[in-house]
């Protein structure tokens, strides 16, 4: 199993709704947040181009904050899914500084926290906060080793791309093009 | 012209608009723990080599401070954990692909080693010192025996803690500016060179200044070696790596890199030294404390530039 998500620039609007729905699920302290909205304008006037993206933690496959967390805090859980245990975070920061993406911020009780893919829903076959809220339906989520589930249906179906893939982290959030 | 803007709906405190995670403990323990492991390393080469009569200011008289440096050190780190209670989990695992555990791990043992070592030699600042209960001086006499066994021991960690302090930021590939392995002997040499500045404070006779004085203009020519080839390696590589070079070569880090790392660090101690060796009156202090405050700002420089340099996308 390989969980994995994809976001379409063309259809996602820049609403927030994703990052509000994930404070709330998620009980996210006021002032921080686990996912957030990028707006990139590229090109040189009139010709502008915008592009819109939901962005989160990619869950990689080669995760920098798993390799440098002394204590085993930071971890891979079922299909790929990076998390952190609280409990055996002692809040040293090398996850926050070893992440290319700065997916992570410490938590005001002390521990490391970030996006979890909503292990909590995914376990009961719901689909995360983030993804179920979004009012144009631009992010899917699902199983990349089964050929018939969403995400490895609009994948093949659409030209995409990860964030920073020469970073040699291997992220798991694919962005359509 | 074309332009790119990026305009980002995240406002994590510490990591925006920059990673501000780690402050002023992080580079005060990386200079604490260079320093001791520069004292240690030679406190154990000369113990091995049997001069032991003849450096007594590095063998038995300067490693007095490095419980202190140590506890101090482990301290500021303790300081910087944000979940302080659980700092035990270090502790519970021992993980190869994090330098951080591992050197949790060194310092584990070696904090404990450079107390004995400093008990071994507490009659050097206290000559009448008793250790009160016989099985305490039993111990001694036995430990005593062992000491060439213990210096093989510290030489080795203390070359893994020296190189650590640096090994600790190269291994996160998310910051540039720390993603290159020369940091790795450059700490080490910035350390075995502050520690060297300190022995020199405790040598005993002439002779003993000199050689550390030597060592030391060696280890600083090494440095500027380093230095240099860190910077060639940044320019020839990815644009990230080129712009964290930028941050000293033009942007916000210039001056204080090359005015108080470069210029007051090393290049002014190295020829203090130089004359001090041509038997000039230079007082030792002022050499040793630019050394020693290079060592300091060098480190703070790194850690902080390093949370600025980052990938764009």
């Known amino acids: 199993m390989r969980y994995a998500m994809a976001i379409d620039t063309k259809k996602c609007v820049g609403c927030s709704d994703c990052v509000v729905a994930c404070q709330t699920e998620n009980n996210v302290p006021i002032g921080y947040c686990r996912d957030w909205i990028v707006e990139v304008t590229d090109g040189t006037y009139p010709q502008l181009e915008i592009e819109l993206r939901s962005e989160r933690c990619n869950h990689c496959d080669n995760s920098p904050c798993v390799r440098c967390c002394p204590t085993g805090a930071s971890h891979y859980e079922k299909g790929g899914i990076v998390t952190v245990t609280h409990n055996k975070c002692i809040g040293c920061g090398a996850c926050i500084a070893s992440c290319p993406y700065d997916a992570r911020y410490s938590h005001p009780e002390g521990y490391v926290d970030k996006c979890t893919f909503c292990f909590h829903r995914i376990e009961k076959g719901l689909k995360p906060a983030c993804v179920a809220v979004c009012p144009t339906k631009c992010m899917y989520f699902g199983d990349l080793e089964d050929p018939n589930s969403e995400v490895s249906l609009v994948l093949k179906k659409r030209k995409h791309k990860t964030l920073i893939p020469e970073a040699g982290t291997k992220p798991q959030v694919y962005y359509l093009i | ?313």
């Open chain 2, 1 to 313: 012209m074309r332009e790119e803007i990026i305009t980002s709906g995240r406002l994590n405190p510490h990591i925006d608009p920059h990673l501000e995670i780690w402050h002023w403990q992080i580079p005060l323990y990386l200079f604490l723990g260079g320093l001791a492991a520069g004292i240690l390393f030679f406190a154990a080469l000369y113990t091995i080599m049997g001069k032991e009569d003849k450096y007594p200011g590095a063998v038995r008289r300067a490693p007095i401070i490095v419980p202190f440096l140590l506890v101090l050190g482990l301290f500021a780190l303790f300081l910087d954990l944000k979940h302080k209670l659980f700092f035990w989990q270090l502790y519970t695992i021992i993980k190869f692909e994090s330098p951080m555990s591992w050197g949790a791990w060194t310092l584990m043992a070696i904090t404990p080693l450079s107390m004995v070592w400093a008990a071994l030699h507490i009659r050097e600042f206290f000559p009448k010192w008793d250790w009160k209960y016989d099985i305490l001086k039993d111990i001694e006499k036995e430990v005593q025996k062992y000491k060439v066994h213990i210096a093989w021991v510290m030489i080795v960690l203390a070359v893994i803690l020296g190189i650590y302090t640096g090994i600790l930021l190269s291994a996160f590939n998310a910051r540039p500016l720390w993603n290159t392995s020369i940091l790795g002997p450059l700490f080490l040499a910035s350390g075995l060179s502050a520690g060297a500045a300190a022995i020199i404070l405790f040598a005993k006779s002439e002779k003993e200044r000199r050689l550390f004085t030597k060592i030391d203009i060696l280890l600083i020519v090494i440095e500027l070696f380093l230095i240099t080839h860190l910077f060639m390696g940044f320019m020839a590589s990815t644009s990230v790596q080129i712009d964290a070079a930028n941050l000293f070569l033009g942007g916000q880090y210039t001056a204080p890199f090359w005015i108080f790392v470069v210029i007051l660090g090393l290049i002014v101690p190295a020829g203090l030294k130089i004359m001090e060796l041509r038997h000039m009156k230079i007082p030792v202090i002022i050499p040793v404390v630019l050394v020693l405050f290079g060592g300091i700002m060098f480190r703070f420089i790194i850690v902080y530039a390093g949370q600025m340099s980052r990938w764009l996308y």
